[in-house]
């Protein structure tokens, strides 16, 4: 991340103008653009809505115009801001400008200085400049992820004296977030039911904003609201940043929550020139206070706006388009808009039914070797599902199968307990009032601190108003604590202060201080359970090898800049677009991707739509429409296969049991479809199968064959057609096995 100065935005400099204009050629920015397109890149002044369906080209547009102003309006990069909702879209615009307009060498990557990111990295950055007008916060302030949000949540229900067996941190967690971004709303709306339930809430609301201003900390929603909190209080910060951005670019402006909302107002409050784009048929993030008034009412909100429509589909099939339409259709909240393309009919959509979750991922990873087989790469497909859980037995199938694939979240990573136990480490380094750290740590590797002596230190703080860091530094913090957890604690106090000089250092130095001062042996064995500590060993390496990276992007960022990144990460972060790997990811993280193979996991009643967030829902109906919509953004992922699969039978975290298959489902067009259910198994086993076509030509119910793996078998049945035939093989050595035939290399032996 760089940390150009504001000032740079009034200084006339040499780089203002239009660097470059001449290499690229405006003729050359609208290649292949249709009208509309065409029109939204070169829109005047003013603010620009573009409303369109999915794979219209927004994003396309979004980027060529950021491109068209810099090289033909004479607008410098960093008078742009642009706002994109994941950290991979974000890159991409980077490398994008970056490629439009070579920057010098030092400062690629950087979109050529041009303010490109998503709200939180913004906000991250504006905060680490003008946090100080903000009373008891100062830039070294620590960014808190939900976990430590609910560890601290925790601390506080025990604290306050109630059961946090009932009042439990992950629900609280989320109701002072809902409260928080309701309260960017305007319209006074007031969320309170009366209840004792509320109260403790409340209360514990109260103690929680005390206590994160103590430890000078911020969760995401605070990095949101806090820069909200300086706009609207501190107009001259506002106008700053008002008078810089001359160019205000939003993507994916659907997803906006009224917070986000209200943050764009102020960006775009000096020049006006405001530029949008989103699909309310998208918007899939209401649960976290999306509003998608925010888009419907844009040309109220901005007299004067242009609005510019975008029609034709570049992406899908005509099949999975005609697919996506279908479903989406059942929405009642919404305007009618039918996308349409020029592009094939192509493939029918595959849906097909699976006994278990197994049979569901063998089932996928056979149609990804598939896709492979015919040609494509494994970096072509991607597997989407509602609910994490349900990655584990895909993630099973496609080892078994030798499938290379990535897990499109970067926050797994994170997540784990090695890298968290540094984060936290480096939180301390750069933050000790950091309170969740310290507890995190400060029995890593044990050290007999136990939670009597921890109660006693923090006790020992909180009555004097310090950190409990700070409180280690007094006298008399110890008098109460005996034994071991004494020695324990006064090594920790010595291991802080050694972190303490990693404070100004880059990122990979600072990393080498945290480990010297850990017993890295001692504390990989401390969390063996079982299988050995290379995992873990490689996993710091992995993160050292992050920290080394960062440093050579932004010399200028250090820890501080570092310790931002790594925070921010969110799910789509680790996707390497141009590896040759299978992507998972959850419906949520997929918006805005792209991929020629997509199958959709789990397409059951209970997970799409999803039970809880119907039965929690103000509205069912409307949960079921924005589940939908989420189907719908999963389709229309797809350029050219689609498939769709669902179980009978599920394993939950509490056993298994029988399942139905989705309600939308019966929404997909019968004409666009190809279903394999058991019943058709069965039928295609009479009928469907040709054994004169195809992959099982020769192929017959009682033929033994041979396969290169299991040896010598019988066929028992044969079932599907084209690509989906498949025999059923009782093997001499190996017993029953389904296997699709396409790939299966079986050679018949008995004639
Ligand atoms: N005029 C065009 N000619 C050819 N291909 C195009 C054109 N416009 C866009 N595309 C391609 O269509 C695909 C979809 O474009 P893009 O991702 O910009 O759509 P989008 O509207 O942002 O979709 P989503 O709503 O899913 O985010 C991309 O591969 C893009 O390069
Ligand atoms: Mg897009």
């Known amino acids: 991340?760089?940390?150009?100065?504001?000032?740079?935005?009034?200084?006339?400099?040499?780089?203002?103008?239009?660097?470059?204009?001449?290499a690229v050629a405006e003729s050359q920015l609208l290649e292949g653009l249709n009208d509309a397109q065409r029109e939204a890149v070169l829109a005047g002044s003013g603010p620009l809505l573009i409303v369109a369906g999915p794979g219209s080209g927004k994003t396309r547009v979004v980027t060529t115009r950021i491109a068209h102003l810099v090289t033909q309006r004479g607008i410098a990069p960093w008078e742009i801001l642009a706002i994109t909702f994941t950290n991979k879209a974000a890159k991409e615009m980077?490398?994008?400008?970056?490629?439009?307009?070579?920057?010098?060498?030092?400062?690629?990557?950087?979109?050529?200085?041009?303010?490109?990111?998503?709200?939180?990295?913004?906000?991250?950055?504006?905060?680490?400049?003008?946090?100080?007008?903000?009373?008891?916060?100062?830039?070294?302030?620590?960014?808190?992820?939900?976990?430590?949000?609910?560890?601290?949540?925790?601390?506080?229900?025990?604290?306050?004296?109630?059961?946090?067996?009932?009042?439990?941190?992950?629900?609280?967690?989320?109701?002072?977030?809902?409260?928080?971004?309701?309260r960017g709303r305007d319209d006074g709306f007031e969320l309170s039911d009366g209840s004792m339930e509320e109260d403790v809430f409340l209360a514990v609301e109260k103690k929680y904003r005390e206590r994160m201003r103590q430890?000078?900390?911020?969760?995401?929603?605070?990095?949101?609201?806090?820069?909200?909190?300086?706009?609207?209080?501190?107009?001259?910060?506002?106008?700053?940043?008002?008078?810089r951005f001359r160019q205000v670019l939003v993507d994916e402006y659907q997803d906006t929550n009224r917070v986000q909302y209200r943050l764009v107002k102020h960006f775009a409050s000096f020049h006006g020139n405001l530029t949008v784009c989103g699909d309310p048929d998208q918007s899939i993030y209401a649960w976290r206070g999306a509003d998608i008034r925010n888009i419907l009412d844009f040309e109220e909100d901005y007299p004067g706006a242009q609005t510019v429509r975008l029609e034709q589909n570049y992406r899908s099939t005509g099949r999975i388009l005609e697919a996506a339409n279908a479903v989406i259709s059942n929405n009642t909240a919404r305007k009618d808009k039918d996308l349409f393309t020029d592009g094939e009919q192509g493939e029918r959509v595959v849906v097909i039914e699976c006994g278990d979750e197994n049979d569901e991922a063998r089932e996928i990873a056979a149609q990804i070797r598939s896709h492979v087989a015919r040609g494509g790469n494994y970096g072509d497909c991607a597997v989407l599902y509602r609910a994490g859980f349900l990655q584990r037995a895909i993630e099973a199938a496609l080892r078994y199968d030798a499938v290379p694939y990535q897990v499109v979240a970067g926050l797994e990573f994170y997540q784990r307990k090695e890298i968290k136990d540094l984060v936290a480490l480096l939180r301390?380094?750069?933050?000790?009032?950091?309170?969740?750290?310290?507890?995190?740590?400060?029995?890593?590797?044990?050290?007999?601190?136990?939670?009597?002596?921890?109660?006693?230190?923090?006790?020992?703080?909180?009555?004097?108003?310090?950190?409990?860091?700070?409180?280690?530094?007094?006298?008399?913090?110890?008098?109460?604590?005996?034994?071991?957890?004494?020695?324990?604690?006064?090594?920790?106090?010595?291991?802080?202060?050694?972190?303490?000089?990693?404070?100004?250092?880059?990122?990979?130095?600072?990393?080498?201080?945290?480990?010297?001062?850990?017993?890295?042996?001692?504390?990989?064995?401390?969390?063996?359970?079982?299988?050995?500590?290379?995992?873990?060993?490689?996993?710091?390496?992995?993160?050292?090898?992050?920290?080394?990276?960062?440093?050579?992007?932004?010399?200028?960022?250090?820890?501080?800049g570092f310790l931002e990144e790594v925070a921010l990460v969110s799910d789509t972060d680790a996707y390497e677009g141009d590896e040759d790997r299978v992507k998972l990811m959850t419906l949520h993280a997929c918006k805005g991707l792209e991929f020629r193979f997509v199958a959709i996991a789990g397409v059951e009643d209970e997970l799409l739509p999803h039970e809880r967030a119907v039965d929690e829902a103000a509205?069912?109906?409307?949960?079921?429409?924005?589940?939908?919509?989420?189907?719908?953004?999963?389709?229309?992922?797809?350029?050219?296969?689609?498939?769709?699969?669902?179980?009978?039978?599920?394993?939950?975290?509490?056993?298994?049991?029988?399942?139905?298959?989705?309600?939308?489902?019966?929404?997909?067009?019968?004409?666009?479809?190809?279903?394999?259910?058991?019943?058709?198994?069965?039928?295609?086993?009479?009928g469907a199968f040709d054994p004169a076509k195809g992959a099982g030509a020769g192929l017959e119910v009682g033929a033994i064959v041979?396969?290169?793996?299991?040896?010598?078998?019988?066929?028992?049945?044969?079932?599907?057609?084209?690509?989906?035939?498949?025999?059923?093989?009782?093997?001499?050595?190996e017993g029953r096995k389904q296997l699709l035939l396409q790939y299966a290399s079986l050679e018949r032996l008995d004639r």
């Open 1 to 22: 991340m760089d940390w150009l100065d504001l000032k740079e935005a009034t200084a006339p400099s040499a780089l203002s103008g239009a660097p470059n204009a001449d």
């Open 94 to 182: 980077r490398e994008r400008v970056d490629r439009l307009i070579p920057p010098p060498e030092a400062e690629q990557g950087r979109g050529g200085g041009s303010w490109i990111g998503t709200f939180h990295s913004m906000c991250a950055r504006i905060l680490r400049r003008e946090i100080d007008v903000l009373e008891g916060y100062t830039r070294d302030f620590s960014i808190h992820d939900t976990g430590d949000r609910n560890n601290l949540i925790k601390t506080i229900v025990k604290d306050l004296g109630f059961d946090p067996k009932q009042f439990r941190a992950p629900q609280i967690g989320s109701w002072i977030s809902a409260r928080k971004n309701r």
């Open 215 to 243: 430890q000078n900390a911020l969760d995401f929603d605070d990095l949101l609201l806090k820069v909200l909190e300086i706009f609207d209080h501190h107009h001259g910060v506002r106008d700053a940043y008002a008078r």
């Open 428 to 560: 301390l380094a750069l933050n000790p009032a950091d309170d969740v750290a310290f507890v995190r740590v400060v029995n890593t590797p044990a050290r007999g601190v136990g939670d009597t002596s921890l109660a006693r230190l923090a006790h020992f703080a909180q009555e004097r108003g310090l950190s409990m860091a700070n409180a280690l530094g007094e006298a008399d913090a110890l008098n109460e604590i005996r034994g071991r957890a004494k020695k324990g604690l006064a090594e920790f106090a010595g291991a802080l202060e050694e972190l303490a000089l990693a404070r100004e250092l880059d990122a990979a130095v600072a990393l080498d201080v945290v480990l010297e001062s850990l017993d890295v042996d001692r504390w990989l064995a401390e969390m063996d359970d079982g299988s050995g500590t290379a995992d873990r060993a490689a996993n710091v390496e992995e993160f050292r090898a992050f920290a080394s990276d960062y440093d050579e992007r932004s010399p200028e960022g250090k820890l501080r």
């Open 619 to 686: 509205d069912p109906d409307v949960a079921i429409e924005e589940e939908r919509r989420l189907f719908y953004v999963g389709i229309t992922r797809a350029k050219e296969r689609l498939l769709v699969t669902y179980t009978t039978y599920r394993s939950f975290f509490g056993g298994g049991r029988p399942v139905l298959p989705s309600r939308y489902l019966r929404e997909l067009p019968e004409a666009e479809i190809e279903g394999v259910g058991p019943e058709e198994r069965e039928e295609e086993a009479l």
């Open 706 to 733: 041979m396969h290169p793996h299991f040896g010598r078998g019988k066929i028992e049945q044969l079932t599907g057609a084209g690509i989906n035939a498949r025999a059923t093989v009782d093997f001499v050595r």
